[in-house]
């Protein structure tokens, strides 16, 4: 498994923008696939997109367009920019890493942050 660890939730008014980073540990980094997946109470976990080993990028309906996720192999991070937020974008917000290259099933991400809380104001 790998560790790791989330930051850059908070505070933010609707229409701005924030940029959450995950730190990754305990495995090669690069050859696996990660994502990011945000849950509010009462709801289950709900994907927000995935990168794949090479790069390849994949979104939830609900933030393409606004959402960007890349990664930085050489540093072991994953970061995921949000743009144009809005109101019902709060959540907590976790990093995941996956056990395949390249997936967008819940199911392959077997390892995952603390989650970092995203509230955005109306």
């Known amino acids: 498994q790998v560790q790791l660890v989330e930051s850059g939730g908070g505070l933010v008014q609707g229409g701005g923008s924030l940029r959450l980073s995950c730190a990754a540990s305990?495995?090669?980094?690069?050859?696996?696939?990660m994502g990011w997946f945000r849950q509010t109470p009462g709801k289950d976990r709900e994907f927000v997109g995935s990168?794949?080993?090479?790069?390849?990028?994949y979104y939830a309906n609900s933030v393409k367009g606004r959402f960007t996720i890349s990664r930085d192999n050489a540093k072991n991070m994953v970061y995921l920019q949000m743009n144009s937020l809005k109101p019902e974008d709060t959540a907590v917000y976790y990093c995941?890493?996956?056990?395949?290259?390249?997936?967008?099933?819940?199911?392959?991400?077997?390892?995952w942050g603390q989650g970092t809380q995203v509230t955005v104001s109306s």
């Open positions: 995941a890493a996956a056990t395949k290259p390249i997936t967008i099933a819940t199911r392959d991400f077997n390892s």
């Open positions: 305990g495995r090669t980094f690069s050859n696996y696939a």
């Open positions: 990168i794949s080993s090479t790069g390849g990028t």
